[in-house]
């Protein structure tokens, strides 16, 4: 079945830059996903991708699609302590459920 | 758009008892989804209804667990009884991508989600 996977921890300096990965099984997938968790709080659509694209940009959002590797990451610029959450990258399977990872948790260090 | 909206947002309650969720989608969504998350098992989608017709129940882990979505605008996920490995984050999702649409850009719009207690 599909899978998405995500490592667990991320922790940056306020300012740096911080580059969250994610890997997918199904290259069937149309469409890939950013959602972010602050706590007490329901999943937050950040971006998408479609499969045909290699990259996206959104202000301080980048996302970067390897379709060959199944492949996805999130750069995100200027990290400030705002960005400190749970990040869940997520897949489209074809029946149009969502796949999502377990989360890598952003701290960003004053 | 006041969103998805889930209700109540915390529930505690003892074990054996009835639990019921609710979840009122964004208006003009034909999709809803329910999860749950643990720590242990992160986000599982239990169950998944297009158009009030329930498509992919296969997430729902026991028949304790039912979910009914009577019109567009409502749905509830029910445990009886319940037990306490049942605490976690219950999220209600809507979206308006369905079967033979090709809207998956849309994504999911998820609610602030209900903390259970099950003591």
């Known amino acids: 079945g599909e899978d998405v996977e995500q490592s667990l921890f991320l922790s940056v300096r306020e300012g740096d830059s911080s580059v969250i990965n994610c890997t997918y099984t199904?290259?069937?997938?149309?469409?890939l996903y950013w959602y972010k968790q602050e706590p007490g709080a329901g999943l937050q659509l950040l971006t998408y991708?479609?499969?045909?694209?290699d990259m996206k940009q959104d202000q301080r959002l980048t996302v970067l699609l390897n379709k060959k590797d199944k492949h996805l990451s999130l750069r995100i610029a200027d990290t400030q302590t705002g960005d400190s959450a749970i990040y869940f990258c997520?897949?489209?399977?074809?029946?149009?459920?969502?796949?999502f990872g377990s989360g890598t948790r952003l701290l960003v260090r004053p | 758009d006041a969103g998805v909206i889930q209700s109540p947002r915390h529930e505690v309650t003892e074990m054996g008892q009835e639990v019921t969720l609710r979840c009122k989608p964004i208006?003009?969504?034909?999709?809803l989804f329910w999860y749950r998350q643990t720590m242990m098992r992160g986000l599982e989608l239990l169950i998944y209804?297009?158009?009030?017709?329930?498509?992919?129940d296969s997430g729902m882990p026991e028949d304790r667990f039912s979910a009914k979505m009577p019109n567009a605008s409502f749905s509830t996920l029910k445990i009886q009884p319940s037990e306490p490995r049942d605490s976690a984050v219950y999220f209600c999702?809507?979206?308006?991508?369905?079967?033979?649409?090709?809207?998956?850009?849309?994504?999911?719009?998820f609610g602030s989600g209900t903390r259970l207690t099950v003591v």
């Open positions: 991708i479609f499969s045909n694209m």
């Open positions: 997520a897949e489209m399977d074809s029946s149009y459920k969502l796949i």
């Open positions: 209804f297009n158009n009030n017709v329930p498509i992919d």
């Open positions: 999702a809507s979206s308006t991508v369905g079967l033979g649409q090709l809207l998956a850009n849309y994504g999911y719009t």
């Open positions: 208006s003009g969504h034909n999709s």
């Open positions: 199904d290259s069937s997938s149309t469409y």
